[in-house]
């Protein structure tokens, strides 16, 4: 149990366009879902966290309107890079929470890179 | 502000060897703590947690850690690692922020192991 699946592995788009990443929690309610970043050989960046059908909390130095998250689902939730550029390439990555008696515990999707060209 | 230090960013052992992993964090409330491990090519997969206890906390795969709370340390062990333990590993914090609980991850420690 406790599978977090992410959508797509890996996607390579034209700068100036958007780009739209799912998480899926696919065996349990995920009540709270993560957006993380991890740039090369460095650690995960905690972006935003959001619970389902409420406004994400964004961490600071991240940007409301670049990166837009909705959790309309307690199976669901998307972060879509808006105007990529190049500088947003990097590895994204999702987890959940909410697994019944595992509550503190988080389940880590398998990260999508993001190429920017 | 919460943060974690992990020690060393490359191990390298040969099989059979011991393994310790250094962690130290810094918050002053009550934490949750984690190691997680992702192998190559693989999500991130929870190895153990620390939330009260026994502070020598057993997990998967062989993996222990030990939680002081005088010396704000979480440290992983491994008698005897293995070929199949080459991986990166990350030491983690729970902090509670703005009604969520967050994880705070340490710079992670890439292992590799020679058979």
């Known amino acids: 149990g406790a599978v977090v699946s992410q959508h797509p592995s890996w996607v390579i788009c034209k700068s100036g366009t958007s780009v739209k990443i799912e998480c899926r929690s696919l065996?349990?309610?995920?009540?709270?879902m993560f957006w993380y970043r991890q740039f090369p050989k460095q650690s995960l960046m905690l972006m935003a966290t959001s619970n389902e059908g409420s406004k994400a909390t964004y961490e600071q130095g991240v940007e409301k309107d670049k990166f837009l998250i909705n959790h309309a689902s307690l199976t669901l939730s998307t972060l879509t890079v808006t105007s990529a550029h190049p500088e947003d390439s990097s590895f994204y990555i999702c987890?959940?929470?909410?697994?019944?008696?595992?509550?503190?515990?988080?389940?880590f999707g398998a990260g999508t890179r993001l190429s920017v060209l | 502000a919460q943060s974690v230090s992990q020690h060393n960013h490359h191990v390298i052992l040969s099989e059979a060897a011991s393994l310790e992993l250094g962690c130290n964090y810094s918050y002053g409330g009550t934490v949750n703590l984690f190691w997680y491990v992702q192998y190559p090519g693989q999500h991130l997969q929870l190895l153990l947690k620390?939330?009260?206890?026994?502070?020598l906390v057993k997990g998967i795969k062989g993996f222990e850690a030990e939680f002081i709370k005088s010396k704000f340390s979480f440290n992983l062990r491994k008698p005897s690692v293995q070929w199949s333990d080459t991986a990166e590993y990350f030491c983690a914090v729970n902090a509670r922020s703005g009604g969520y609980n967050k994880l705070i991850f340490g710079a992670g420690t890439r292992l590799a192991v020679h058979p």
């Open positions: 620390y939330f009260s206890g026994d502070p």
């Open positions: 987890s959940a929470s909410g697994l019944a008696g595992y509550l503190d515990i988080q389940y």
């Open positions: 065996d349990f309610q995920a009540t709270t």
